[in-house]
């Protein structure tokens, strides 16, 4: 009889090939982040909201699939309004990269404190009750990182990840 072997959890090892000069551009940018992750928040997210912001001046595809999605979700906000919202998310987009490196690399005790979670008595009842939670978001810059805060307590958790095109990463 064979036995089929479990692949519920995914866990990454090092292999010997990451040490190619192929790939030395992408632990460049591990290191990039790294040195950002360990960056005080209160210094780093002014500056990496500036950025994104920029950044999202350039990317005129993604803004405007935004812009169409807010158009057709909220007919009733001005055209203002919704470039405001637009803004606000091309801002947290690298402060939310940057959370994750952190969390990461220093853990979620120095995270946690950080985070103002809403609903979370839902969730504790929940769990008390020994209630199953499927939580369906929307797909964002920072949707890993309550799901990662909640593991680092103890609570069961399982998510899909699409895998990266760069192993290292």
């Given at each position: 009889?064979?036995?089929?072997?479990?692949?519920?959890?995914?866990?990454?090892?090092?292999?010997?090939?990451?040490?190619?000069?192929?790939?030395?551009g992408a632990w460049l940018g591990v290191a990039a982040m790294a040195g950002i992750a360990l960056t005080p928040p209160k210094f780093r997210d002014p500056i990496l909201a500036r950025l994104g912001r920029f950044a999202g001046r350039l990317g005129k595809s993604s803004r405007r699939r935004a812009l169409i999605n807010l158009s057709l979700c909220f007919p009733e906000r001005s055209e203002a309004e919704r470039e405001a919202i637009v803004d606000e998310m091309f801002a947290t987009a690298p402060q939310a990269m940057a959370m994750m490196a952190e969390l990461a690399i220093r853990g979620p005790e120095k995270i946690q404190p950080r985070v103002d979670w809403q609903g979370l008595e839902i969730i504790e009842e929940m769990r008390r009750n020994n209630e199953k939670v499927i939580f369906l978001v929307p797909h964002g810059w920072a949707v890993d990182i309550p799901a990662m805060l909640m593991a680092s307590q103890g609570q069961k958790m399982a998510a899909m990840f699409h895998n990266q095109g760069n192993p290292v990463f």
């Open positions: 009889m064979e036995t089929k072997k479990n692949n519920s959890e995914y866990i990454p090892e090092f292999d010997k090939s990451f040490r190619h000069p192929r790939y030395w």
